[in-house]
């Protein structure tokens, strides 16, 4: 795909992988408009990348339906159109524990940024795209857990994922059904552990979504329990370069795939062992213990 002159919008494109995708988009020619909540750290990234190519930065909060549109009337009156649409900011309600430990709030808080939080900026910018009749792409971002399998200990986030990945399998099956020049994608970041601002998501948080109760500890959470986790699994356990992730997924996009992201290969025997669980009735195998 020819990227030079393309615009492009990734939601959470401040820090993480979201950058990593700014980083991609830019080097390959686009101009990127950045949506994000964390307005310090956006202006650190725009001021930082500049010297990549053409890109700014609007303060959007992906959970609210206005702000949604604020930022699509900034960027159509601005840049005219969108080419490449990432819906890739998102948040982990945080801390694992048990399912029946979490809290309405914990729910209400994910829920809104992952799921009405990527369902609103398609919803927001895809018929504009439709009208405007040219070709372009939306990219979920979904993850491994909840898009391939459940992690148990992260049920909220999981179930926000899987919510992620079946919009847009539905998607990208009823837009493959029109005359739509539009594709849609679902991204798993991979590859490896992927140290970005998810593990403090909750720096985030709107007070009106905090938790009643203070969180019980729980394994798995922490950054190195998490190693620990992926290399008993012999899935690989380095550190992710971000920059390399995203050039990934723009090579996974050339390539015309719908799943975007490195090792989905590695899923292949757990998702045959899930296939059969189901096919049986039984429960079936999960991502990490
Ligand atoms: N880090 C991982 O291991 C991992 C794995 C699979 C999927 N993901 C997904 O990748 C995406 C990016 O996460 P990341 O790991 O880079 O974390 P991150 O915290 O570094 O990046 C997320 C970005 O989203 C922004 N954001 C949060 N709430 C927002 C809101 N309401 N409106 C607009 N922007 C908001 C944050 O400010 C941040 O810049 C998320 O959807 C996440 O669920 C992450």
Not at 51 to 59: M, S
Request: proline share 6%; glycine share 14%.
């Amino acid at each position: 795909m020819e990227y030079a002159g393309k615009i492009a919008v990734v939601t959470g494109g401040a820090g993480g992988i979201g950058r990593g995708l700014v980083v991609a988009l830019l080097t390959r020619g686009a101009q990127v408009v950045i949506g994000d909540i964390e307005v310090p750290q956006l202006n650190a990234t725009v001021e930082a990348l500049s010297e990549l190519g053409q890109v700014r930065g609007i303060r959007l909060d992906v959970s609210s339906g206005e702000s949604l549109e604020a930022f699509a009337d900034d960027i159509y009156a601005n840049e005219g159109r969108v080419d490449l649409l990432f819906a890739n900011a998102g948040v982990t309600s945080g801390g694992g524990g048990l399912p029946w430990e979490q809290e309405l709030n914990d729910w209400r808080w994910c829920f809104s940024v992952n799921v009405f939080g990527c369902a609103g900026t398609v919803l927001t910018f895809l018929p504009r795209m439709l009208a405007a009749g040219g070709e372009g792409e939306i990219i979920t971002t979904s993850s491994g857990d909840g898009g391939v399998a459940p992690v148990p200990h992260a049920s909220v986030y999981a179930a926000s994922k899987a919510a992620v990945s079946c919009f847009t399998e539905a998607l990208a099956h009823q837009l493959q059904k029109t005359e739509a020049k539009v594709g849609a994608h679902v991204f798993y970041p991979g590859g490896g552990l992927l140290d970005t601002g998810l593990w403090t998501a909750q720096r985030n948080r709107p007070e009106e979504l905090a938790r009643v109760k203070p969180r019980p500890p729980a394994p798995g959470t922490t950054f190195a329990e998490f190693k620990a986790q992926l290399e008993q699994l012999g899935l690989p356990a380095d550190v992710v370069d971000l920059d390399w992730l995203g050039m990934k997924v723009l090579e996974d996009l050339d390539e015309g795939k719908f799943i975007l992201g490195p090792n989905i290969e590695k899923f292949g025997p757990l998702l045959h062992e899930r296939a059969d669980a189901i096919a049986a009735g039984q429960l079936p195998p999960t991502l990490l213990h």
